[in-house]
């Protein structure tokens, strides 16, 4: 069994607090995702699996388990790195069985893994070449290579793509996603990348400033976001949010400001905060095109129209705020046009205007 579990992790670096009280269970054969901005605490995390950082505090267990003290080479992972650091002098037959040789692993064991390692990531033909005959992504995937000979029960990796060109990243994507669903080893990926986030993940994990923010399937953090940091972080291009002030009683609560006025969904009924001030959240995606300034609208006008063929990505000025909707391109809107969105009612998200939490019943799993 290789579950790995955070239970209360803290990392300090001096007075910076790196990672905050993480509690994190990764199942046995998962592909974990951890997720955010640049500092937020990834690397570090990934590094305390890895034995390369110390814990400051609270316990790591690797299945059962608690490896806090247990040196990197007995903890039984491998870990891919954004740098391949392959070494420049040997062949990738030689790369690959590096690792091995070092254990004192049988000649005949070495061999057959290379050549599995070396068929599953289509390198067979550049197995007498030196890393500097090879391309960006062919050196990647035999850093991967070096990884699953190691037959680790965890695999880790920080950033592996993000060396390569847009169309191979693409492809490594899908690759890796299509050893992992082979291999069925526990992974924990870290990226900065929503997307990759979104497509590789079977959880993701969202971190902001050293915390866990939610963790969940990509549906359910897409539907069900715990918070506002959350809802703007998933999702291309990000949910538009809008401060708006909740007027009127029972069932005839409206929220409004100068560009919109939406009945309040049903299910955040008798859920608003005194001051009736909320934050309205609403994806780009969901906005359509509306005939009349009805109820149930949001009013601007057509700013910058990007066209992407099948579809257009309108930036609206509502009231003096960017607020982006996708809409199929045969609309055939232009800059200037006064444009009536219509707001579905069920994917309206509302946030407290103070914590950012997300006021919906169903916001899912938060952190901790
Ligand atoms: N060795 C160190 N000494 C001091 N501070 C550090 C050290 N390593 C990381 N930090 C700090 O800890 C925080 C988290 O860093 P970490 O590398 O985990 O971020 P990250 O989420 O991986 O970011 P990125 O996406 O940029 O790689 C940052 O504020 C960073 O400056
Ligand atoms: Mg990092």
């Known amino acids: 069994m290789a579950t790995v579990t955070f239970d209360h992790v803290w990392k300090k670096f001096g007075d910076v607090v790196a990672v905050n009280?993480?509690?994190?269970?990764?199942?046995d054969g998962e592909f974990m995702v951890l997720?955010?901005?640049?500092?937020?605490?990834?690397?570090t995390s990934l590094r305390m699996i890895a034995g390369l950082e110390?814990?400051?505090?609270?316990?790591?267990?690797?299945?059962?388990?608690?490896?806090?003290?247990v040196p990197p080479k007995d903890r039984d992972i491998a870990m891919v790195f954004q740098s391949y650091a392959l070494y420049p002098h040997m062949t990738v037959r030689d790369n690959l069985a590096f690792g091995l040789k070092l254990r004192k692993t049988p000649k005949a064991d070495i061999d057959k893994r290379v050549q599995e390692a070396a068929a599953m990531l289509s390198l067979e033909n550049l197995l007498n070449r030196k890393p500097r005959e090879l391309s960006g992504g062919q050196r990647q995937r035999v850093a991967l290579g070096r990884a699953i000979v190691r037959e680790p029960a965890?695999?880790?990796m920080d950033e592996p793509l993000s060396n390569l060109d847009a169309k191979l990243r693409?492809?490594?994507?899908?690759?890796?996603?299509?050893l992992h669903q082979r291999l069925k080893v526990t992974t924990v990926y870290v990226t900065h990348d929503q997307v990759e986030a979104m497509t590789m993940g079977q959880r993701i994990a969202v971190m902001s400033e050293a915390r866990l923010q939610q963790v969940g399937t990509p549906q359910s953090l897409y539907d069900h976001p715990a918070n506002r940091f959350v809802a703007g972080?998933?999702?291309?291009?990000?949910?538009?949010?809008?401060?708006?002030?909740?007027?009127g009683t029972g069932d005839s609560v409206v929220l409004r400001n100068d560009a919109i006025e939406v009945t309040l969904p049903e299910p955040f009924r008798g859920r608003l905060p005194a001051s009736g001030n909320v934050v309205l959240g609403i994806?780009?995606?969901?906005l359509a095109m509306s005939g009349a300034s009805a109820a149930g609208t949001l009013k601007g006008g057509a700013d910058v129209v990007e066209y992407l063929g099948n579809e257009e990505l309108i930036h609206v000025n509502a009231a003096g705020q960017d607020?982006?909707?996708?809409?199929?391109?045969?609309?055939?809107?232009?800059?200037?046009?006064?444009?009536?969105?219509?707001?579905?009612l069920e994917k309206v998200h509302l946030f407290d205007p103070e914590s950012g939490v997300s006021l919906s019943p169903m916001a899912g799993q938060a952190a901790g």
Do not use: Y
């Not at 997720?35 to 690397?43: A, D, H, I, L, Q």
């Not at 693409?170 to 299509?178: K, M």
């Open 154 to 156: 965890v695999f880790l």
């Open 283 to 286: 994806r780009p995606e969901h």
């Open 35 to 43: 997720v955010g901005p640049s500092g937020c605490g990834k690397t």
């Open 54 to 69: 110390e814990i400051s505090d609270g316990s790591l267990r690797i299945g059962d388990r608690v490896v806090n003290n």
């Open 170 to 178: 693409v492809q490594t994507r899908a690759e890796i996603a299509r």
């Open 21 to 27: 009280d993480l509690n994190l269970e990764i199942q």
């Open 323 to 344: 607020i982006v909707a996708v809409i199929g391109s045969e609309h055939r809107i232009r800059p200037g046009d006064q444009l009536n969105l219509q707001v579905p």
């Open 233 to 247: 972080f998933i999702g291309s291009p990000s949910m538009n949010f809008m401060n708006v002030t909740a007027s």
